[in-house]
């Protein structure tokens, strides 16, 4: 607390000052004599200059991101002083990543008890950078990492929004700081796991940024590179094709192909390499086969949420009933996608608020930890950017949505009322809202379109 107060004193210091070109003042220099200048700043020692120039480090619009860095290093003293830094996730990568250079099993092994391995075996590669160094080294520099990946997430979504968006404002932290906090839980249980939802993020978020850009062979890259990792890309595809961003779609297959096989540099013989994709085929088979029943409490996708809560429950009670029902729900939210998608035809730049629509499904339509929630910051931060051009009841929404999927912290609900809140599925809730503001958002900004052409006509007519 106290080094938040320092910092605020320094934000208030350093930005009361206006420095403009020309001023007359009157600068004490301890090796100097009393200057009256036209340019003080500017002509006096070039020491001073440069010092003057460090202000710009703490803009007003930069804290949040030593808010972020300080609440990282705090949380990180406080693992290692409570004896929780473990990062079990990371341990895993780590130790699979030095089986592979070794060239050894890396799937089902006895020992590792509850603790396996579950991805491909490209992705294995992407930690070897990480078995290179000692373990304890490695939580280190992954955590800094993920740190970095956070305020670079951050600031990417909220300038691409900014540059997709009606709405001009200067750079505002707290979007960027109340984005960070409604997800924060969520981060803070990825960096203490140290897990990959994150990169993820973080390579989604660059896809959209690629494709805005006209990159489409990088888009395509990227998207092949997280693949490897979760597959929670592929709701990319059908929303790529629909785009003509057919580049992106045949430079993500060319990926997949060219990385699957990169393996091959460890494990050379075929048969090696084929028995090590059949292993992970079945790794898969397990996990698939493992997944909750749908009517299960703390069941966060949206498939379990609506069945939980109305009188479908009673219709959902045999398999074929199960899969009937989740596949014409997910037709339907196919056909709102797509009708979000119309809605934002007249719109130069869309594809930022629909890639935050897609990324925001994520934890809706997969099964997984209530930390995957984290992927609804970038349909937070467009929200939160848009927050003033919404009426009260968009207001009040916004505010719960953020509430819904992060104020459900141990530490701060107790754990009785946590436990009750995650078999609610109340994160559900939460990206739902998020995804009801972003059709608001949209239809208003169609309200202001109509409502300009029928000024301009009406002034044509006169």
Same mark, same amino acid.
């Given at each position: 607390m106290a080094a938040f107060f320092i910092v605020y004193l320094q934000s208030l210091f350093f930005t009361g000052f206006k420095f403009r070109k020309?001023?007359?003042?009157?600068?004490?220099?301890?090796?100097?004599?009393?200057?009256?200048?036209?340019?003080?700043?500017?002509?006096?020692?070039?020491?001073?200059?440069?010092?003057?120039?460090?202000?710009?480090?703490?803009?007003?619009?930069?804290?949040?991101?030593?808010?972020?860095?300080?609440?990282?290093?705090?949380?990180?003293? +406080?693992?290692?002083?409570?004896?929780?830094?473990?990062?079990?996730?990371?341990?895993?990568?780590?130790?699979?990543?030095?089986?592979?250079?070794?060239?050894?099993?890396?799937?089902?092994?006895?020992?590792?008890?509850h603790y396996v391995y579950k991805y491909s075996?490209?992705?294995?590669?992407?930690?070897?950078?990480?078995?290179?160094?000692?373990? +304890?080294?490695?939580?280190i520099m992954f955590w800094a990492l993920l740190t970095i990946l956070t305020i670079v997430v951050l600031k990417?979504?909220?300038?691409?929004t900014a540059i997709e968006s009606e709405v001009v404002k200067e750079r505002n932290?707290?979007?960027?700081?109340?984005?960070?906090?409604?997800? +924060?839980?969520?981060?803070?249980?990825?960096?203490?796991? +140290?897990?990959?939802?994150?990169?993820?993020?973080?390579?989604?978020?660059?896809?959209?940024?690629?494709?805005?850009?006209?990159?489409q062979l990088l888009a395509g890259i990227l998207l092949a590179i997280s693949l490897f990792l979760k597959p929670f890309g592929l709701i990319f595809y059908p929303y790529l094709l629909i785009k003509g961003k057919y580049k992106a779609v045949l430079a993500s297959f060319a990926g997949l192909l060219v990385m699957g096989i990169l393996p091959m540099l460890f494990y050379p013989?075929?048969?090696?390499?084929?028995?090590?994709?059949?292993s992970w085929i079945s790794e898969l088979t397990i996990e698939l086969?493992?997944?909750?029943?749908?009517?299960?409490?703390?069941?966060?996708?949206?498939?379990?949420?609506?069945?939980?809560?109305?009188p479908l429950q009673y219709l959902v009670n045999t398999g074929v009933a199960s899969k009937i029902y989740q596949l014409l729900l997910l037709l339907v939210i196919g056909v709102s996608f797509l009708y979000f998608i119309w809605m934002g035809r007249k719109r130069q730049r869309s594809m930022m608020a629909e890639g935050a629509f897609l990324i925001t499904l994520i934890p809706l339509f997969a099964f997984t930890s209530q930390n995957a929630f984290l992927f609804t910051l970038p349909a937070i931060i467009v929200?939160?950017?848009?927050?003033?051009?919404?009426?009260?009841?968009?207001?009040?929404?916004?505010?719960?949505?953020?509430?819904?999927i992060g104020a459900n912290i141990r530490d701060l609900m107790g754990s009785r009322f946590y436990n009750i809140f995650e078999n609610a599925s109340v994160y559900t809730f939460g990206a739902v809202l998020l995804l009801a503001l972003l059709f608001m958002i949209r239809s208003k900004y169609n309200s202001q379109i109509t409502s300009v052409k029928h000024a301009e006509k009406s002034i044509m007519r006169a």
């Open positions: 020309y001023w007359r003042c009157y600068l004490y220099l301890p090796w100097q004599t009393m200057l009256p200048s036209e340019e003080c700043f500017c002509v006096s020692n070039k020491r001073l200059y440069n010092l003057l120039e460090m202000k710009k480090l703490f803009y007003k619009p930069n804290l949040w991101l030593y808010y972020i860095l300080f609440a990282s290093l705090v949380l990180l003293i +406080g693992e290692v002083v409570n004896d929780r830094f473990t990062m079990h996730d990371l341990e895993v990568y780590h130790r699979t990543a030095e089986r592979m250079l070794q060239t050894k099993q890396l799937y089902r092994i006895a020992s590792d008890g075996p490209t992705a294995a590669l992407y930690f070897v950078p990480f078995a290179l160094l000692p373990f +304890g080294v490695a939580k990417v979504l909220y300038k691409q932290q707290n979007i960027l700081l109340l984005a960070f906090l409604a997800v +924060g839980a969520h981060v803070h249980r990825e960096w203490h796991l +140290g897990q990959v939802n994150f990169v993820l993020l973080m390579l989604y978020v660059f896809v959209l940024t690629a494709l805005s850009n006209k990159k013989s075929w048969d090696q390499f084929m028995q090590l994709n059949r086969s493992a997944k909750q029943d749908l009517l299960a409490d703390a069941n966060h996708t949206i498939f379990s949420v609506l069945a939980r809560y109305t929200v939160l950017y848009n927050y003033t051009a919404l009426n009260a009841t968009g207001k009040v929404m916004a505010v719960s949505a953020c509430i819904l």
